[in-house]
């Protein structure tokens, strides 16, 4: 089977469980995991922020980033298409009273003027005001598509000027930034809060991270401790992710790569599915056109290619280090035939 149903599907590397087979431990609820620390210190670093919480997830990590920016019963917004506003559950409503409001884009691509048309940062007493402003990088079910540095640039000075908040949805921040060369400290200085993953393409098994000031790690991790997301010897899992930023973060390219030529290979065939010119990282959603998306995830299965439904007439295929670009471009002609069948 060629797996593109996720990059989530990675499975730790030789030297990655060597890497965690031998880190040092320590009970990270005491703050004493010494590789917990080690790696805070190092991804805080990298983005220029003066701290960093591991967590278990990304859903944690935008959680308690977007907790730490809006108060019960004030609003974030961001693009329909989100992860928080469509993948977290409803979490930020039910478990902190947080309410959103979302703007449209084409291809999750921001548009800084839809966020200024749709920012309230002093409502009233009536109506619900905007403390906080979300931006998802690369952003997912718009097909892994990467942010123009401008635009962030853009609606970082908007929010500054209007006293509302920036939160990064970066769970695969990491492919923009090997994409475009952007240095993560420079998208770092654009955020008050920032959400990273290191269980995605990097392939670690298990991890994310929030960065920001110390302050609000400060009020996260008590947060995460009340959410009952204190854990102890998470060392093992820490050092998973360091080794994954040491040595897995450049070939992400190759996944970029592998993506192309499946789109190539599938627009070649059947132009209208999508645009092989936009796929710009690892993620490829194609239009089913006159099939539900169902019948070709199911008939693309037959034929040993496994793809994730996004939509009624959307499917993703997402490459990842478990797929190498001949598996890609194998992939691109089963799905072709079947759109064609
Ligand atoms: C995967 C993902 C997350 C976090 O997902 P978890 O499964 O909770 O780790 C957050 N945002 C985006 C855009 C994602 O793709």
Request: hydrophobic share 45%; glycine share 10%; aromatic share 4%.
């Amino acid at each position: 089977m060629i797996d593109l149903r996720s990059d989530t599907l990675t499975v730790p590397t030789a030297g990655m469980r060597a890497a965690m087979a031998q880190a040092p431990v320590g009970d990270d609820v005491y703050a004493e995991d010494p590789s917990v620390n080690a790696l805070q210190y190092r991804v805080a670093a990298l983005f220029g922020k003066e701290a960093g919480l591991m967590t278990t997830t990304g859903s944690l990590s935008n959680l308690l980033g977007i907790y730490c920016l809006v108060n019960p019963g004030e609003e974030i917004i961001c693009d329909m298409q989100a992860h928080i506003a469509r993948a977290e559950l409803g979490a930020h409503a039910a478990l902190h009273g947080v309410t959103m409001r979302t703007w449209e884009s084409s291809d999750g691509v921001v548009d800084a003027d839809a966020v200024e048309r749709l920012i309230a940062p002093d409502a009233g007493s009536h109506l619900v005001s905007t403390k906080a402003v979300e931006i998802e990088n690369t952003h997912n079910f718009g097909g892994g598509t990467i942010q123009p540095y401008e635009n962030l640039v853009r609606i970082s000075d908007l929010c500054r000027g209007v006293g509302v908040k920036l939160h990064l949805d970066g769970a695969r921040i990491w492919n923009a930034h090997v994409a475009t060369g952007v240095p993560l400290a420079d998208y770092g200085k654009l955020f008050d809060t920032i959400s990273v993953c290191f269980s995605k393409g990097l392939g670690a098994p298990i991890g994310s991270m929030l960065l920001s000031s110390a302050e609000n790690i400060a009020k996260a991790r008590a947060q995460r401790k009340r959410l009952g997301g204190g854990w102890r010897q998470a060392g093992v899992l820490a050092a998973a992710a360091d080794y994954a930023l040491t040595h897995q973060l450049v070939r992400l390219a190759d996944d970029h790569d592998a993506a192309a030529a499946f789109a190539a290979q599938v627009a070649a065939v059947v132009p209208e599915a999508l645009d092989a010119s936009k796929v710009q990282t690892n993620i490829v959603v194609v239009n089913t056109g006159g099939k539900l998306a169902s019948s070709v995830t199911g008939a693309a299965k037959e034929r040993g290619v496994l793809l994730s439904q996004v939509g009624r007439r959307t499917v993703r295929a997402v490459t990842h280090l478990g797929v190498t670009a001949q598996e890609g471009l194998q992939a691109g002609k089963v799905v072709a035939e079947v759109l064609q069948s």
